[in-house]
């Protein structure tokens, strides 16, 4: 009787440490997977920071911080790399020590009273002998969990030191404190001097047959800063200070201020004169005011 009651104790305490040994397992492994997305994470943050290029202390810090970010997280992965391993040694060990104890339960169930008595014998032996023994099923039966772990360790030790140049030379001591270049501005569209050349011979064209004209050739255009420009109404689509720029240089100003005064459109169709002229009289007002 005392046989049994001591087989059932240990068969309870080797239940209970197949039990424990999947919670600690499980619990292993539920903190190296987010030990490994933070991980994941710092190496993302600190590889974002290595595409900018800065030279403000701040950034310099940020950087090194990242890099203290990154490497306590890989170290915290190796931690719960290695309590996954003997977690999993753990729950093999009471595995195997709870099979045995099945084993001989069967036997004790199958045999007779007799036989009992020797196998009660066999097993106060057995645990006299230590065969029983938590330690050494624990560590006689995670030697391959032993092995992988040291394999994992070695992996380790080459990758930090045989990591890739660019890893290396991200270190933050190497981080280049360069300015980075100034974006460059776009320019706005400018009035060319091909432009201008054009739009005085489109001139001279459409003013040799007044009787045909339709519409008053347009002056080339550009964005214009100032506020009178913008708040004046007018025909053209350009300011007067579009077309002053298509006048500066000209020695021809005369003849220009008579080319372009209101009255020589007096032959342009009806339906259009009075556009043409608002129009040939913003330009007329210009020159004007040149050669004053």
Not at 60 to 79: M, N
Not at 192 to 217: G, S
Request: with cysteine; charged share 30%; glycine share 4%.
């Amino acid at each position: 009787m005392a046989t049994k009651s001591r087989f059932n104790e240990d068969f309870q305490q080797a239940r209970a440490s197949r039990m424990r040994a999947s919670t600690l397992l499980a619990a292993a492994v539920t903190k190296r997977n987010a030990l490994q997305a933070s991980a994941l994470e710092a190496q993302s943050r600190y590889d974002a920071l290595l595409t900018r290029r800065g030279s403000d202390l701040r950034f310099v810090r940020e950087v090194r911080h990242a890099w203290t970010v990154y490497k306590d997280a890989e170290a915290a992965l190796a931690t719960a790399e290695h309590r996954v391993v003997t977690a999993q040694g753990e729950l093999m060990a009471a595995h195997t020590r709870l099979r045995r104890l099945e084993d001989m339960r069967r036997e004790e169930e199958d045999t007779t009273s007799g036989a009992n008595r020797g196998s009660h014998a066999r097993y106060s032996n057995v645990r006299s002998e230590g065969a029983y023994d938590r330690r050494n099923d624990y560590y006689d039966s995670r030697a391959e969990y032993q092995d992988s772990w040291k394999q994992y360790r070695d992996r380790q030790q080459e990758k930090n030191q045989n990591g890739s140049s660019r890893r290396r030379s991200a270190s933050p001591q190497f981080v280049p404190l360069s300015t980075p270049p100034a974006p460059k501005k776009q320019r706005a569209n400018r009035i060319t001097l091909n432009q201008i050349q054009a739009w005085h011979a489109a001139c001279t064209e459409a003013f040799k047959d007044k009787t045909a004209m339709r519409a008053f050739p347009e002056p080339p255009t550009e964005p214009c800063s100032d506020l009178t420009c913008a708040s004046t109404s007018r025909t053209l689509k350009a300011c007067k200070c579009n077309i002053k720029k298509c006048f500066v240089g000209r020695s021809t100003l005369k003849t220009d201020r008579l080319q372009f005064h209101p009255d020589k459109f007096s032959a342009v169709p009806e339906d259009v004169r009075e556009q043409v002229k608002k129009a040939a009289g913003e330009v007329f007002v210009v020159v004007n005011g040149m050669l004053n």
